[in-house]
């Protein structure tokens, strides 16, 4: 029998470091600053240091419009003094609903000083491409990247929903590097396993932030998810002691990769809940049952 897989410490995000589990705003779509208040300190004093947003945050989940998530976000920072400097802040743009991506050097910085004023600080440490412009040419978006650097705007570098080609093309024209991928990544969303995503990332360092680590909260409720999959994470968790939720977000971590899970409950208790998944056990057998359950077909 192989040993846990889970390494439960704090992961290198380029000059930063982060706890395992992230805190993610895409549902902080809250009418009440109090509320707010609340669920963002509560993650980062469970260890949530990463707090993970975009600019297109408060389009769903019930919120109010294009940057509410963001603006929601700078009204916790301005209320609790001290919070800002004991998280790793992160957002993302070139997203513009209708077009529906631009990252062309208008528009890219365009969303990277908007962004700054609704959170209501002068830079960020972690700014990312949230999805890749098709028809913007890799130099020129790294060249945009860079002035926003070397401007003090952003802190580091990252990419989400890119493939590891378009990851290379883009780190060939940048002076700063990028530290972070940020893939769909889940029990039930195995994509980066094999497209290359993780391995790029290990080859070079990057720190994977694994958004959708319970598909959406699926794994959790069991809706639309693969009853044999169910029936191994169910299995895992009374052998560990552990919640369905937990054993899925320890699946995430185990990878060698050591991947950031980034969750977005809005209770504090789940948050908690989440932040403990990192004590359960996972060995090799454990990982590769839940990737052929997931599957439905035996690993050759």
Not at 10 to 39: K, Y
Not at 50 to 56: G, N, S, W
Not at 65 to 90: D, I, K, S, W
Not at 269 to 298: K, N
Request: negative net charge; proline residues 6%.
């Amino acid at each position: 029998m192989t040993g846990n897989l889970i390494d439960h410490t704090d992961r290198p995000l380029g000059p930063f470091t982060v706890g395992p589990i992230g805190f993610g705003c895409w549902r902080l779509t809250t009418p009440s600053t109090n509320d707010a208040v609340r669920i963002v300190s509560a993650a980062v004093d469970l260890g949530c240091t990463l707090v993970d947003t975009a600019d297109v945050y408060g389009l769903d989940w019930g919120g109010t419009g294009f940057g509410t998530c963001e603006e929601r976000l700078g009204q916790v920072l301005r209320a609790v003094p001290g919070l800002r400097n004991r998280m790793v802040l992160a957002t993302k743009g070139g997203i513009i609903p209708g077009v529906p991506y631009d990252s062309s050097a208008t528009a890219l910085t365009a969303a990277c000083e908007a962004s700054l004023r609704r959170l209501g600080v002068d830079h960020v440490d972690l700014y990312q491409v949230h999805r890749p412009d098709l028809f913007a040419h890799p130099a020129d978006v790294a060249g945009t990247l860079d002035a926003l650097h070397q401007r003090g705007l952003v802190r580091a570098l990252g990419v989400s929903n890119h493939t590891p080609a378009q990851v290379a093309a883009l780190q060939a024209h940048l002076s700063a590097p990028l530290v972070s991928v940020q893939p769909e990544l889940s029990a039930a969303h195995l994509a980066a396993l094999r497209d290359g995503t993780l391995d790029q990332a290990m080859q070079h360092g990057l720190a994977v932030l694994a958004w959708s680590p319970l598909a959406g909260g699926r794994l959790a409720s069991g809706h639309g998810v693969r009853p044999e999959l169910l029936a191994v994470l169910d299995r895992l968790a009374a052998e560990n002691g552990a919640t369905r939720s937990q054993v899925a977000l320890a699946f995430v971590l185990s990878h060698p990769s050591r991947p950031v899970a980034i969750v977005g409950t809005q209770r504090p208790d789940r948050i908690a809940e989440a932040v403990a998944a990192a004590s359960v056990a996972l060995t090799r057998r454990d990982a590769y049952a839940i990737i052929e359950a997931a599957e439905g077909l035996p690993l050759p």
